[in-house]
C-alpha cells in the first residue's frame, strides 16, 4: 500500500508491503502479519517490474512505511513506528526523513514534527516542501485520526505547530493516508465519509 514513485520517470515504485523477508523478526501485534518494511520495485525498458527489495537504508526491526518524497526526489518522508511486543502495547509512531545518496537513503532521523510522546505517521508533501499533511489522534481533533498541517520554517528549520484541518475534511472516525496533487488537490482516505 501507500505507493509512491522514487524518480520522476516513473520506473522506480517505492510502496509499504508486510511481506515475508521483512527486517523486523517479530509479527506485528496489531495485524498478526510480518513487520511493515518499503519495498522498491523498478520497472525495465519492456516495463516488465522486477521483483520488490527492501529500500536500502531506512527499514530496521521496527516497522516503516507510507512514505512520500520531495519535488527534487532527493529526500524521503516515511513513518517508522515503535510497537510494542504484546498485544494492547502502545504504538508510537513518527516522521522520519533521509537523503539520497547513491542507490541507498542515508541518516534517517526524526523530522521532528511534534513531541517525541506523541504519535504521527502517513506524510504527504506539497511540491516546494513548505507543507506537510499527515495522520495523528493528538488531541484537539474531531476525533479518531485526524489530518493535520505544519509548514516548515526554512530560517529556524523546525515545523509549526500542527494545525487540524477541520470539519470540512476530518470527522469523527479516521483520516488517514493524504496525497497532496502538484495541483495543490488533497486526496485521503476516510472512515467517516461516504464514498
Not at 6 to 21: A, P, Q, V, W
Not at 102 to 127: F, M
Request: hydrophobic residues 30%.
Amino acid at each position: 500500500y501507500s505507493p509512491t514513485f522514487e524518480d520522476k520517470k516513473y520506473e522506480n515504485l517505492i510502496f509499504t508491503s508486510m511481506r515475508e523477508g521483512a527486517t523486523g523478526t517479530e509479527a506485528s501485534n496489531r495485524t498478526g502479519e510480518s513487520s511493515a518494511d518499503l519495498y522498491i520495485t523498478k520497472r525495465d525498458p519492456k516495463g516488465k517490474w522486477s521483483a520488490p527489495a527492501l529500500v536500502d537504508g531506512v527499514n530496521t526491526d521496527q516497522e516503516e512505511g507510507a512514505a512520500a518524497l520531495n519535488d527534487k526526489r532527493n529526500t524521503i518522508y516515511f513513518t517508522r513506528c515503535y510497537i510494542g511486543s504484546k498485544p494492547g502495547d502502545k504504538t508510537n509512531c513518527r516522521i522520519f526523513t533521509a537523503k539520497k545518496s547513491g542507490q541507498r537513503w542515508d541518516g534517517a532521523e526524526d523530522a521532528k514534527v511534534i513531541a517525541d510522546s506523541l504519535s504521527i505517521g502517513h506524510p504527504a508533501l506539497n511540491e516546494d516542501e513548505s507543507t506537510l499533511i499527515f495522520a495523528s489522534d493528538i488531541s484537539g481533533g474531531i476525533g479518531g485520526k485526524d489530518l493535520w498541517m505544519s509548514k516548515y520554517d526554512s530560517k529556524t528549520k523546525t515545523w509549526s505547530p500542527p494545525e487540524n484541518l477541520g470539519s470540512g475534511i476530518n470527522t469523527s472516525a479516521d483520516e488517514l493516508f493524504p496525497y497532496i496533487h502538484d495541483d495543490g488537490s488533497l486526496y485521503f482516505s476516510s472512515s467517516g465519509l461516504v464514498g
